[in-house]
């Protein structure tokens, strides 16, 4: 296979927008617009939320799975002509739906132009692209166990957008029949749990599957379908407990209960295989991004498990919000950039020296990054997630807010690594020189263009 011609062009600005996304909402929380004591129901946190699950995970995962796809299939995708229309709609999207949400803030009436608008280009951008990534993973499906991880996590990502659909077209005041107003508000917990217990985690799953597998030099796990068919279930009962919206809603709560334990037993499961990959692997000497997603692993572990606990114990929001803290950036968050201190070297090594090799002696992977930088801004951040989410839980703005400004810090610092990697500033000289050509910071350059 030609060098470079498996690059995505735009997976990268996919990422470099996601990151931007990161910092937004890390940085509101560290400058204080959300507090523990603060209302969780709030436009403004509905603003960062928004920031971390669409604008982070959603183009973080989509960027990825633009250049990983056709690994898990063996094929290419069906059409790359919707990359870049759909990262414009889904950025522009958010930025509406951001202002929406001031809007609804300060009381300005122009929340009734701008949350349809969002809505629409939310909706278009994200299920376009969304079937482009489903058509190529179901049509390679057999090649790699992982793509079913993702296929699933892609209808969770359907039913996600249409219910956020239906909170703009309420919240806009497009339309004020009671019933929808009564199923939108009563939808939140399983919008919540098709995001990001759904889509985001499920496509997290699958990805790391053959991610871990690949880095770790390990053969692929023999339980896999036990993990899918536990996700499986997981989203099935939260189908029922939609449905039931319309007929016996008494049944709802109980539903979130067996999907969470479901969903626990899944991740249990899911942890041994790890635990496998890691023990199995033929690379004895662990790498930054997989020594760095152990702790995502554990926080991912420990999230659930208290999530199913405080079903039951009828747990206050404040708990509640300390836990999904602890999962979106624990887990989500934390997994996510300990792989893309692995996966931009990948892709930055194939794109200026993959055409080289064999022609010339060209740098190791691990050249391309210094890893006792990145580590320790990553361990920082996990330090500064688990700080974050202890002062949620006990109530104290003051702890939150400078846990916040540490995890904003180190954020900054891995991304500043990445770019790092991504300009080459950590390789000599003497490997740059011609006929290498600097990979495009934000675009892959392909062959064709060399």
């Known amino acids: 296979m030609i060098p470079g011609a498996t690059l995505s062009r735009w997976t990268m600005s996919y990422f470099a927008a996601a990151l931007l996304f990161l910092l937004l909402a890390e940085g509101m929380l560290a400058a204080g617009l959300w507090k523990p004591s603060?209302?969780?129901?709030?436009?403004?946190?509905?603003?960062?939320?928004?920031?971390?699950?669409?604008?982070?995970?959603?183009?973080?995962?989509?960027?990825?799975?633009?250049?990983?796809?056709p690994v898990l299939t063996g094929a290419g995708l069906v059409?790359?002509?919707?990359?870049?229309?759909?990262?414009?709609?889904?950025?522009?999207?958010?930025?509406?739906?951001?202002?929406?949400?001031?809007?609804?803030?300060?009381?300005?009436?122009?929340?009734?132009?701008?949350?349809?608008?969002?809505?629409?280009?939310?909706?278009?951008?994200?299920?376009?692209?969304?079937?482009?990534?489903?058509?190529?993973?179901?049509?390679?499906?057999?090649?790699?166990?992982?793509?079913?991880?993702v296929l699933l996590g892609i209808l969770c990502l359907a039913v996600t957008v249409v219910l956020g659909v239906g909170f703009a077209l309420v919240l806009s005041g497009a339309t004020d029949v009671p019933l929808l107003v009564d199923l939108s508000l009563r939808t939140v917990p399983l919008h919540a749990g098709f995001g990001l217990g759904g889509w985001m985690s499920l496509a997290a799953i699958g990805v790391s599957y053959k991610l871990m597998s690949m880095f770790l030099l390990s053969p692929d796990t023999s339980r896999t379908r036990v993990v899918l068919a536990g996700g499986a279930c997981t989203f099935l009962t939260l189908a029922v407990a939609l449905f039931c919206l319309f007929t016996h809603r008494d049944v709802i709560e109980p539903l979130l209960f067996i999907s969470?334990?479901?969903?626990?037993?899944?991740?249990?499961?899911?942890?041994?295989?790890?635990?496998?990959?890691?023990?199995?692997?033929?690379?004895?000497?662990?790498?930054?991004?997989?020594?760095?997603?152990?702790?995502?692993?554990?926080?991912?572990?420990?999230?659930?498990?208290?999530?199913?606990?405080?079903?039951?114990?009828?747990?206050?929001?404040?708990?509640?919000?300390?836990?999904v803290y602890l999962f979106a950036f624990g887990w989500l968050t934390g997994l996510g950039l300990a792989q893309l201190l692995k996966i931009v070297?990948?892709?930055?090594?194939?794109?200026?020296?993959?055409?080289l090799l064999g022609r010339r002696p060209t740098p190791r992977l691990q050249d391309l990054i210094k890893e006792r930088r990145a580590s320790f801004w990553l361990a920082g951040f996990y330090l500064a997630v688990v700080s974050a989410?202890?002062?949620?839980?006990?109530?104290?703005?003051?702890?939150?807010?400078?846990?916040?400004?540490?995890?904003?810090?180190?954020?900054?610092?891995?991304?500043?690594?990445?770019?790092?990697?991504?300009?080459?500033?950590?390789?000599?000289a003497i490997a740059k020189s011609s006929p290498f050509h600097q990979p495009g910071l934000l675009i892959a350059k392909i062959n064709s263009e060399r």
């Open 79 to 149: 059409t790359e002509r919707l990359n870049l229309p759909a990262l414009v709609a889904i950025v522009a999207g958010l930025a509406a739906l951001i202002c929406g949400f001031a809007a609804i803030k300060t009381g300005s009436p122009t929340v009734a132009v701008t949350m349809p608008v969002a809505a629409a280009l939310l909706a278009v951008g994200l299920i376009g692209i969304g079937a482009v990534l489903f058509t190529g993973l179901w049509c390679g499906r057999s090649a790699h166990s992982a793509a079913s991880f």
């Open 389 to 428: 989410a202890a002062s949620i839980a006990a109530n104290t703005n003051a702890g939150f807010q400078i846990s916040a400004f540490a995890q904003l810090i180190c954020s900054a610092g891995l991304i500043f690594e990445l770019f790092q990697v991504r300009i080459l500033a950590n390789v000599g």
């Open 345 to 355: 070297p990948f892709l930055t090594w194939l794109e200026a020296f993959g055409p």
């Open 260 to 323: 969470a334990v479901v969903f626990l037993g899944t991740i249990a499961v899911y942890a041994t295989e790890m635990r496998i990959l890691y023990r199995a692997r033929r690379r004895k000497t662990l790498e930054l991004n997989s020594i760095g997603s152990i702790p995502a692993f554990v926080l991912l572990a420990l999230s659930m498990a208290a999530l199913v606990v405080s079903i039951p114990l009828h747990a206050d929001d404040r708990t509640r919000a300390a836990i």
């Open 38 to 69: 603060a209302d969780i129901g709030d436009p403004i946190t509905l603003i960062i939320v928004h920031c971390v699950t669409i604008g982070w995970f959603g183009l973080l995962m989509i960027g990825a799975l633009l250049q990983f796809a």
